[in-house]
């Protein structure tokens, strides 16, 4: 092989493992969009459809998702203003937070499990809060983002849609025991994702 093919070969390998990298790093970004929009399902569980009116079930379905658009989108801004500075070290950085993320999955999963994040809707104020509050993950989310290659527009495309069919869904199911359950097991595989997921970025 002479120079000028050994050149060639080099250089499309270098094309097809940058590739490689960066649509698995674009899926991943997606299966991690849609895990974060399970953190609306415990709270979808409190509007009940068979006693609201459409007006009301629709003002808490647009509430959940933008609260997950938003806490995603302050988050991004916040991480394109000082991420930058731990660059060098971007594979600790979404190792450790991704581990954080992880672990708050896992352990509402429990939370959840006992109906504790349910919220009636009826109380305004407790049903924005608890929105806010369950979008604290897709906050994080947001910062670590900075070092995950992707569009923002198709990021918050994926994340509004994601937590739109979720909320609508599970607006309609009873808010009983085995829904909690189901609720828990989401949380705990999607905590055990991530997890994993933090390890893949620490030696990427």
């Known amino acids: 092989m002479n120079s000028r093919h050994l050149m060639n070969?080099?250089?499309?390998?270098?094309?097809y493992n940058f590739a490689a990298h960066y649509f698995g790093m674009l899926a991943l970004s997606i299966v991690i969009l849609f895990i974060l929009s399970f953190q609306v399902m415990p709270v979808a569980l409190g509007i009940d459809f068979r006693?609201?009116?459409p007006f009301v079930?629709?003002?808490?379905?647009?509430?959940l998702?933008?609260?997950?658009?938003?806490m995603f989108l302050i988050g991004i801004w916040l991480g394109d203003r000082f991420m930058h500075l731990v660059e060098k070290i971007q594979h600790i950085v979404l190792f450790v937070g991704f581990t954080l993320i992880a672990?708050?999955?896992?352990?509402?999963?429990?939370?959840?499990?006992?109906?504790?994040?349910?919220?009636?809707?009826?109380?305004?104020?407790?049903?924005?809060?608890?929105?806010?509050?369950?979008?604290?993950?897709?906050?994080?989310?947001?910062?670590?983002?900075?070092?995950?290659?992707?569009?923002?527009?198709?990021?918050?495309?994926?994340?509004a849609f994601f937590s739109f069919a979720l909320t609508f869904l599970f607006v309609f199911i009873k808010a009983e025991k085995r829904a909690f359950s189901a609720i828990s097991l989401l949380y705990l595989a999607g905590g055990v994702f991530l997890g994993i997921l933090s390890f893949y970025f620490l030696f990427l």
């Open 103 to 159: 672990v708050r999955f896992v352990m509402e999963a429990f939370v959840v499990r006992k109906g504790e994040r349910t919220y009636n809707i009826e109380k305004p104020l407790l049903f924005i809060f608890s929105s806010i509050a369950q979008s604290v993950n897709t906050f994080l989310a947001g910062i670590l983002f900075f070092f995950i290659p992707g569009t923002l527009l198709k990021d918050i495309i994926y994340l």
């Open 51 to 53: 006693q609201k009116k």
């Open 9 to 15: 070969y080099l250089c499309r390998n270098k094309f």
């Open 65 to 70: 998702t933008l609260g997950q658009v938003l």
């Open 57 to 63: 079930i629709l003002t808490g379905i647009l509430f």
